[in-house]
């Protein structure tokens, strides 16, 4: 017995001594990622880091409910793409500071998540994703004949406006800072939520429902909890998105971006905190690639689909963290 | 003239015919997706792409070889089933022990590949595909000029679902698939060859689609993007219906069709979205489906 627990404290030792090496490696990440953030511009078009970072910031939203509570969204453009309108919207017809527009396209995004996730909870798996679909391409049409998104021609020409009032945004830096601000703001949100309580209660969803249900956990709630903020934060990334492209169109909302998310997350690795900000900026970089030739995107975004799910599942970080080097700077990687 | 609900007669017909051919197209579609569900547990979003090249494969075909639509209605399903065939031993066969929400992914990349490919050789816009000669023309009703190929599409669909439903339910085969989706394992040690069935039975699924495919052809125009419009509204058509039963895919199809046609009678604004509606209401009453027994 005293052996058994000799054995346990050994090894409980081990994983705290390796998990310090984990933090100590991930601080040093952070810090690292940090300033190469803050650089950045001086390097590359600030255009496409924005748009990276949106995108990063939208992955790891969706990654939110994918990865820490185990549902397959196929509707999240609705929730990017709303946003996008509603700021655009609020911003140039109202009159609105940008930080309001975004608050708004945030608010606006929440409650479609609520109501999509209300519907999509009853069912699982499968039809969960396929519901969430179908709920999606319904918001496209209706945004495809709504008044106030101009159907086709999308809202145009947004205001970037000043930030409380006062910082123009309309200085490409100021808007780079602001963007990188946003997007800082979300993650901090992302990674407080999943080592919440609540996060806890939601990995556990994820690995064992039925046990969660029999621990008197009201999964449903949870689920729609989850949903909701993964919706919100997938608005903050396309309200953010609207104000520094200066439009809202109908691509946003339509089935090909709740692909792309997908393809992002899946690529980066499903389940790691960081792995959706480089699945996204590989996608990103690769359509800004590929933008200027004839070849169609959807044919590469299509082949690396398949290649992802058939050889690495756990993604660019996934495979990163269960690889001897990231096994040795003590990540732990599951799923 | 004579009206009905204040709309007159003809359009309603119009309308009611224009939903029955939609709704063969679901019905058709939905029942592929919900046989290929219930043996592999897959969700084939590639069922949009494969109805696609069904309607390319038709129209290749009379372009460079010059065969006609009886003998395309024929192969062009054969040349899909078999694609598929290869698609599943190959690639898809290796994910079954997976979570089965990377099959819905693999095949989703699939779809894109297929579509982007056909969009990159043929651009986006759609190409005409004549009905054959038998078929055009239209009759009277009466009360209505029904097109002769639509009335074709709508009674030729009925056979297919209806054959299917007997081959599923009647036949030997239909006994061993229908066993191997009970229990797989229990199956093979009786020494069937599940594997295969297994392959046989998503070949049939992208032959039907691709049957499907070959039968739009003259009504809707043959494009690249045809698939994708379609197989969103027919994964809301099998939620409806919930996957477990063939006969439930099948009355789900033309029912949801009629409604979607009704709707453009009284309300056209919202016909796009009417099926996505009913989708809802139903999640509400009956979680599982109108036939679901649910997974």
């Known amino acids: 017995m005293s052996h058994v627990v000799h054995s346990t404290t050994t090894a409980k030792a081990a994983r705290t001594e390796r998990s310090a090496t984990a933090s100590k490696a991930y601080a040093a990440f952070l810090g690292i990622g940090l300033v190469l953030l803050i650089v950045a511009p001086l ?110 021609d999308g809202i145009q020409s947004v205001p970037r406006g000043h930030l409380f009032g006062f910082i123009d945004l309309n200085n490409t830096t100021s808007m780079y800072y602001f963007v990188l601000a946003v997007f800082l703001i979300g993650m901090i949100v992302i990674w407080r939520f999943i080592n919440s309580p609540f996060g806890m209660i939601l990995k556990s969803i994820r690995e064992n429902e039925q046990r969660a249900i029999s621990l008197g956990y009201s999964v449903a709630r949870y689920k729609l909890g989850a949903f909701v903020m993964s919706a919100a934060l997938a608005g903050m990334a396309g309200g953010t998105k609207a104000l520094v492209f200066q439009f809202a169109t109908l691509t946003d909302v339509g ?81 | 003239m004579t009206m009905i609900f204040g709309i007159p007669l003809q359009a309603f017909m119009g309308q009611l015919l224009i939903g029955l051919i939609n709704g063969s197209f679901y019905a058709l579609l939905s029942l592929g997706l919900a046989v290929i569900f219930g043996l592999l547990r897959v969700i084939n979003f590639a069922h949009g792409a494969q109805y696609m090249l069904g309607a390319f494969v038709a129209m290749l075909m009379l372009q460079y070889f010059g065969i006609n639509y009886w003998f395309a209605l024929l192969l062009a399903p054969i040349v ?28 989703f990349g699939l779809a894109l590949t297929i579509e982007g490919t056909f969009r990159y050789l043929y651009g986006s816009s759609g190409q005409p595909y004549a009905p054959p000669p038998a ?55 009786f020494g069937v060859n599940v594997p295969m069935l297994l392959t046989l039975t998503y070949a049939l699924g992208a032959g039907l689609a691709a049957f499907a495919g070959v039968l739009a052809a003259p009504i809707y125009q043959v494009s690249p993007l045809m698939g994708s419009n379609i197989i969103i509204v027919v994964f809301a058509v099998v939620v409806v219906g919930g996957m477990g039963s063939i006969m439930g895919a099948i009355v789900t199809g033309y029912m949801l069709g009629i409604a979607e046609g009704l709707t453009k009678v009284f309300y056209p604004e919202a016909s796009n979205i009417v099926i996505f509606v009913i989708m809802a209401i139903v999640l509400l009453i009956r979680p599982a489906g109108l036939f679901g027994r649910d997974a």
């Open chain 1, 255 to 335: 089935w090909q971006m709740s692909g792309e998310v997908i393809l992002m997350t899946l690529l980066g690795g499903i389940g790691t905190l960081i792995g959706p900000i480089f699945g996204a900026g590989l996608v990103v970089t690769l359509q800004n690639y590929l933008a200027t030739s004839q070849f169609p995107v959807t044919i590469i975004t299509g082949v690396v689909f398949m290649v992802c799910v058939l050889l690495f599942r756990r993604g660019i970080i996934g495979e990163f963290y269960a690889s001897r080097l990231g096994r040795k700077l003590g990540f732990e990687h599951r799923r």
């Open chain 2, 135 to 189: 078929l055009t023309g239209a009759t009277n009703l009466g009360f209505m000029f029904l097109p002769n190929y639509r009335g074709w599409v709508v009674v030729v669909s009925l056979i297919a679902c209806i054959g299917t439903w007997l081959l599923i339910e009647k036949t030997k085969l239909g006994a061993y698939l229908r066993a191997a989706t009970e229990n797989p394992t229990l199956v093979q040690a």
């Open chain 1, 43 to 152: 390097f590359f078009y600030p255009i496409f880091l924005m748009k990276l970072l949106c995108f990063a910031l939208f992955a790891c939203a969706f990654n939110l409910l994918l990865g820490y509570t185990g549902l397959l969204s196929f509707g999240h453009a609705t929730f990017f793409g709303g946003a996008a309108y509603f700021t655009a919207h609020v911003v140039k017809e109202w009159g609105v500071t940008p930080e309001i527009g975004i608050l708004i396209g945030v608010a606006g995004a929440a409650m479609l998540g609520l109501v999509m996730g209300f519907f999509a909870i009853r069912r699982q798996g499968i039809y969960f994703a396929m519901i969430t679909l179908a709920l999606s391409q319904m918001f496209f049409f209706f945004c495809l004949q709504a008044s106030f998104t101009h159907g086709e």
């Open chain 2, 80 to 107: 899909v089933g078999l694609f598929g065939a290869v698609i599943e031993r190959l690639l898809l066969s290796r994910l079954y022990k997976l979570d089965h929400l990377y099959g819905l992914l693999f095949t």
